[in-house]
């Protein structure tokens, strides 16, 4: 199986910055670079929705228009790892966020099948 690992996420004030990790790793995990990855939150009473998506060597990257200018999404494929660098964050940003691999980058998270437990992540206006 492959397994996820989110860290990093706590609670900051509005402006303030977070960088989300996650960690790839399991019995049948071969290489990261097979693996697109996402990030998706959700918060209480709402559905999953995508955050930021990225190919497996880095060089295609797309945005939620919410985050666009805000979020950077990245990896290194070396250490199988994943970020999330989170600036100028905003009340609205406060959710669970959760990292997911897939073989075919994709923004439904219906088409993840690989996913992390999630990290929380409060902003206080």
């Known amino acids: 199986q492959v397994q996820l690992v989110e860290s990093g996420g706590g609670l900051v004030q509005a402006g303030g910055s977070l960088r989300l990790s996650c960690a790839v790793s399991?019995?049948?995990?071969?290489?990261?670079?097979?693996?697109?990855m996402g990030w998706f939150r959700q918060a209480p009473g709402k559905e999953r929705e995508f955050v930021a998506v990225?190919?497996?060597?880095?060089?295609?990257?797309y945005y939620a228009e919410s985050v666009k200018g805000r979020f950077t999404i990245s990896r290194d494929n070396g250490k199988n790892m994943a970020y999330l660098q989170m600036n100028s964050l905003k009340p609205d940003d406060t959710a669970a966020y959760y990292c997911?691999?897939?073989?075919?980058?994709?923004?439904?998270?219906?088409?993840?099948?690989?996913w992390g437990q999630g990290t929380q992540v409060t902003v206080s206006a």
């Open positions: 997911a691999a897939d073989y075919a980058l994709n923004v439904d998270p219906r088409e993840f099948h690989h």
């Open positions: 399991g019995r049948t995990f071969r290489q990261l670079s097979a693996y697109a």
């Open positions: 990225i190919d497996w060597n880095g060089s295609t990257t």
